[in-house]
């Protein structure tokens, strides 16, 4: 079974412009998460989609945006960039809401999209 | 700001000798979760302990989890080339949300 897709890969960006990433759950995943990675720390949370529905957002400004299509697959959307949005963009998928998360429905990663703002 | 702290920062050891890093949080939790991260890529999910458990095996992983101090540890025996990667813990506060740690960097010198 294909694990969590994400696309593109890398990407560059100039200041100011937008960018949007996307990412395919494993199949029969419902939920959705995005986390931002900035290097030498850990993942930090941005957004998690249930069913289509937002169920939480971190602590990132109205620049960040997302949403669930009907196939579970979620896009992220940045606007207006800033060098400080350079980072490792992960998306996680599980069967189950977070809070619900079990050692039997845990969340599973993708690689990870590396965007970079010169 | 990150609710989670881990140490130590950074880890060398020879292949063969046990690893241990710890995780520190500052409210409580509903599970404690660890993840492995290999050069800048995906994490992957290594073991869950719930905060009723107090000891997960898993292999050659065991964590502990002390609720009482607000802290957690993974030990990695008998470590292996292959281990060398980021580690990272991972808080479930019931927000819906995982907050992850600061990460060790596990250096295994074969």
């Known amino acids: 079974d294909a694990g969590v897709t994400q696309s593109p890969t890398h990407l560059i960006k100039t200041r100011g412009q937008h960018v949007t990433l996307r990412c395919s759950p494993i199949s029969g995943h419902k939920s959705v998460s995005w986390y931002q990675q900035v290097l030498g720390q850990g993942p930090q949370f941005i957004f998690q989609?249930?069913?289509?529905?937002?169920?939480g957002r971190g602590n990132f400004p109205d620049r960040f945006s997302a949403r669930q299509f009907p196939n579970y697959s979620s896009e992220l959307n940045v606007n207006a960039l800033l060098l400080g949005d350079s980072a490792l963009y992960l998306c996680a998928s599980s069967s189950v809401p977070a809070s619900w998360v079990t050692k039997e429905k845990t969340q599973y990663f993708g690689p990870g999209t590396r965007l970079l703002v010169l | 700001s990150q609710q989670g702290e881990e140490d130590p920062q950074a880890l060398s050891i020879q292949e063969g000798e046990n690893a241990t890093m710890n995780c520190s949080y500052k409210?409580?939790?509903?599970?404690l979760q660890w993840y492995r991260q290999n050069s800048g890529r995906g994490l992957v999910h290594l073991i869950l302990i719930r905060s009723n458990e107090r000891e997960k095996h898993s292999g050659r992983l065991r964590v502990t989890l002390d609720t009482s101090k607000k802290s957690s540890s993974l030990l990695i025996t008998a470590s292996r080339a292959a281990d060398t990667a980021s580690y990272f813990c991972a808080m479930d506060f019931g927000n819906e949300k995982l907050t992850f740690g600061t990460g060790t960097r596990l250096t295994i010198i074969p």
């Open positions: 409210t409580s939790i509903n599970n």
């Open positions: 989609y249930y069913e289509k529905e937002e169920r």
